[in-house]
């Protein structure tokens, strides 16, 4: 069924109190319907009617000891950073065989694997070859994408895994001005066990020297949350 996603509404801090949102809502909703769409999926902070799902956020550290001093987390209880730090340590490699960068060459066998894994959940887009290429081919500081090529067959794309990343500003901060945050996007395990996937990911995301790494409670994500050390959103 063809359905509007609405991904991001920005504006202007300057404009944020003179009602724009809803005339954007509302643009949004003028042109939808002029292409016979008439039905809309989308995210918010808040509880707005009628939410069809609930998804928290969890975080992992990967660079703990910046985080907490921007405030973005804390030692816990009993430990030192540097013992806080230890237990958060990632190896530097990736474990998983086979495991390379997402290229064009993919676009058709990433395609298949990716929508027929989204067959298993009730609300989930179809992705065309076009749609996989814009959204997963990778682009540094953008998103970046892997898949796993079978050692034994060459050419037979087994697993995949993707995150894109966002800077957040850090205000009067004597050292840092900014945290990088992977946020896990579109991943599907078949060979490979998803928690193995996602330690791979992981390294990845700190190889690309992203501070943080944060996931939806979506899809299979819970399998492998407290496996691999991640805190559930505060909602701060």
């Known amino acids: 069924k063809h359905m509007v996603e609405i991904n991001f509404i920005c504006l202007h801090k300057k404009l944020r109190s003179k009602r724009l949102a809803p005339l954007l809502i509302k643009e949004i909703t003028r042109r939808a319907n002029l292409r016979g769409i008439f039905q809309a999926v989308y995210t918010a902070s808040v509880v707005l009617p009628k939410p069809i799902s609930r998804c928290p956020y969890w975080h992992r550290s990967l660079n ?96 995949f895994l993707s995150f894109y990343t966002i800077y957040q500003t850090v205000n009067n901060h004597p050292n840092h001005s900014f945290i990088k945050t992977a946020y896990s996007f579109y991943n599907v395990s078949n060979a490979t066990p998803l928690v193995d996937l996602m330690a791979d990911a992981l390294v990845l995301a700190k190889r690309e020297n992203c501070d943080g790494f944060s996931a939806l409670d979506l899809m299979e994500n819970t399998g492998f949350f407290k496996k691999l050390k991640f805190c559930i959103s505060d909602g701060a």
């Open 64 to 159: 703990p000891k910046k985080l907490i001093e921007v405030q973005f987390g804390f030692v816990p209880r009993n430990m030192t950073m540097q013992k806080y730090q230890r237990y958060l340590e990632l190896p530097v490699d990736t474990k998983t065989p086979g495991l390379r960068k997402f290229c064009t060459d993919d676009i058709q066998a990433v395609t298949v694997l990716l929508n027929d894994y989204l067959t298993k959940f009730d609300l989930a887009p179809v992705f065309s070859k076009k749609d996989v290429q814009h959204w997963f081919l990778p682009r540094k500081d953008v998103v970046d994408s892997y898949v796993v090529e079978d050692p034994s067959n060459k050419g037979r794309i087994t697993d």
